[in-house]
């Protein structure tokens, strides 16, 4: 296997080809796309330069693992993306997961002029958490759904107080054609629908006194981000409307054989219509007619997502080492203090963000 290492934004350009038919040919998670990648680095990229490293057998590329190096206050090599991805294992065939892991994780231990080794959100199942078994900590949990043949037998398997709510769709302002559900079809489209999700996600929050997820860069990214994805076919941004007015909004990704929960947002006023409860029903019909297998509900164990009986709860797992005995020691003591930090507030928050 050939290992090849490009830095600079250019590699985004001249891997674009065949990171696009690899994303495609692997079935791997939107956060592996070269447009979300591509769009993280053009928002969250200060102070930072891309470092990929790509894998070969002869012509044929079978491995990439975006990275950035940072300078300050140590040198790091870190994944790309950190932040608003959920997943950020190395993007690969499947047949070629475990070699690919191997040599990546090889070329970085021995990495020259770099302090620490910081990767974040890497599936337990992946390969690369298996060879860092005893170094890595817990860093997310995820529901997944295992989608069967037909709605009406997914709808079968809830609890009577959820099917009563799956069914508003065939009652009241559903039946009377009052309220309906709309899909972005094109980038203007989809940067229309954003605009109407960041506020309906904003005004849910607010009521909490909390902010949301789409603050200063966060958002723009996702500004950014969000027409390229539904040009791609890879978002569904659907749009709840009742009497003509958005009361409800859902961030649905498709890639591979799987739909991605990424967020939700709905008007608290509206909590009659079960806006979150009817959206995310409609999300899992369309999913489970496109054929597709599984439905992640992606960061996050909230009582809600449990409600739709997920068969399994998948960790996310953060690996960091030290490449230096001084800085890097010296950086990773300093990441793990705010690893610890940022668990204990996402674990006050998650639970707070129930759909209605």
Same mark, same amino acid.
């Given at each position: 296997?050939?290992?090849?290492?490009?830095?600079?934004?250019?590699?985004?350009?001249?891997?674009?080809?065949?990171?696009?038919?690899?994303?495609?040919?692997?079935?791997?998670?939107? *956060?592996?796309?070269?447009?979300?990648?591509?769009?993280?680095?053009?928002?969250?990229?200060?102070?930072?330069?891309?470092?990929? &490293?790509?894998?070969?057998?002869?012509?044929? &590329?079978?491995?990439?693992?975006?990275?950035? /190096?940072?300078?300050?206050?140590?040198?790091?090599?870190?994944?790309?993306?950190?932040?608003?991805?959920?997943?950020?294992?190395?993007?690969?065939?499947?047949?070629?997961?475990?070699?690919?892991?191997?040599?990546?994780?090889?070329?970085?231990?021995?990495?020259?002029?770099?302090?620490?080794?910081?990767?974040?959100?890497?599936?337990?199942?992946?390969?690369?958490?298996?060879?860092?078994?005893?170094?890595?900590?817990?860093?997310?949990?995820? #529901?997944?759904?295992?989608?069967? /043949?037909? *709605?009406?037998?997914?709808?079968?398997?809830?609890?009577?107080?959820?099917?009563?709510? !799956?069914?508003?769709?065939?009652?009241?302002?559903?039946?009377?054609?009052?309220?309906?559900?709309?899909?972005?079809?094109?980038?203007?489209?989809?940067?229309?629908?954003?605009?109407?999700?960041? @506020?309906?996600?904003?005004?849910?929050?607010?009521?909490?006194?909390?902010?949301?997820?789409?603050?200063?860069?966060?958002?723009? *990214?996702?500004?950014? !981000?969000?027409?390229?994805?539904?040009?791609?076919?890879? &978002?569904?941004?659907?749009? &709840?409307?009742?009497? @003509? /007015?958005?009361?409800?909004?859902?961030?649905?990704?498709?890639?591979?054989?799987?739909?991605?929960?990424? @967020?939700?947002? #709905?008007?608290?006023?509206?909590?009659? +219509?079960?806006?979150?409860? !009817?959206?995310? +029903?409609?999300?899992?019909?369309?999913?489970?007619?496109?054929?597709?297998?599984?439905?992640?509900?992606?960061?996050?164990?909230?009582?809600?997502?449990?409600?739709?009986?997920?068969?399994?709860?998948?960790?996310?797992?953060? *690996?960091?080492? +030290?490449?230096?005995?001084?800085?890097?020691?010296?950086?990773?003591?300093?990441?793990?203090?705010?690893?610890?930090?940022?668990?204990?507030?996402?674990?006050?928050?998650?639970?707070?963000?129930?759909?209605?």
């Amino acid at each position: 296997m050939r290992v090849e290492t490009h830095q600079g934004e250019s590699a985004f350009e001249t891997l674009s080809a065949q990171w696009d038919e690899l994303f495609l040919a692997s079935g791997a998670s939107p *956060f592996q796309s070269r447009i979300w990648m591509h769009a993280w680095f053009k928002e969250y990229g200060s102070g930072k330069t891309p470092f990929v &490293l790509s894998f070969w057998e002869g012509n044929d &590329l079978v491995g990439l693992f975006p990275l950035v /190096k940072t300078r300050a206050p140590w040198r790091t090599i870190r994944s790309m993306g950190i932040g608003p991805s959920d997943y950020l294992s190395i993007l690969s065939m499947p047949e070629e997961a475990r070699k690919v892991a191997e040599e990546a994780l090889e070329l970085l231990r021995i990495h020259k002029k770099v302090d620490l080794l910081d990767l974040h959100q890497i599936q337990e199942t992946d390969p690369l958490a298996h060879l860092v078994a005893s170094d890595w900590e817990e860093q997310a949990k995820c #529901f997944v759904l295992n989608l069967p /043949k037909s *709605f009406v037998e997914l709808r079968a398997g809830l609890n009577k107080s959820l099917r009563y709510e !799956v069914d508003r769709r065939q009652k009241g302002p559903y039946k009377e054609g009052r309220a309906q559900i709309l899909t972005a079809s094109d980038a203007a489209t989809g940067l229309q629908y954003w605009e109407i999700f960041k @506020q309906l996600h904003e005004s849910r929050w607010k009521k909490r006194g909390l902010p949301g997820a789409f603050i200063g860069k966060a958002g723009r *990214f996702q500004a950014r !981000v969000v027409p390229d994805l539904v040009e791609a076919g890879i &978002l569904k941004m659907s749009v &709840l409307f009742l009497d @003509q /007015k958005p009361v409800g909004a859902l961030y649905i990704m498709h890639s591979g054989s799987t739909a991605y929960f990424y @967020q939700s947002g #709905f008007d608290p006023e509206a909590k009659a +219509a079960s806006p979150g409860t !009817v959206l995310v +029903a409609h999300a899992l019909e369309h999913a489970v007619n496109e054929g597709l297998g599984t439905f992640d509900f992606l960061r996050g164990d909230e009582p809600y997502k449990a409600r739709w009986k997920p068969e399994t709860l998948r960790k996310n797992v953060r *690996f960091t080492m +030290a490449l230096n005995r001084s800085m890097g020691e010296i950086g990773a003591s300093v990441n793990r203090v705010g690893f610890k930090i940022e668990q204990s507030i996402r674990k006050r928050l998650e639970g707070k963000g129930l759909l209605a």
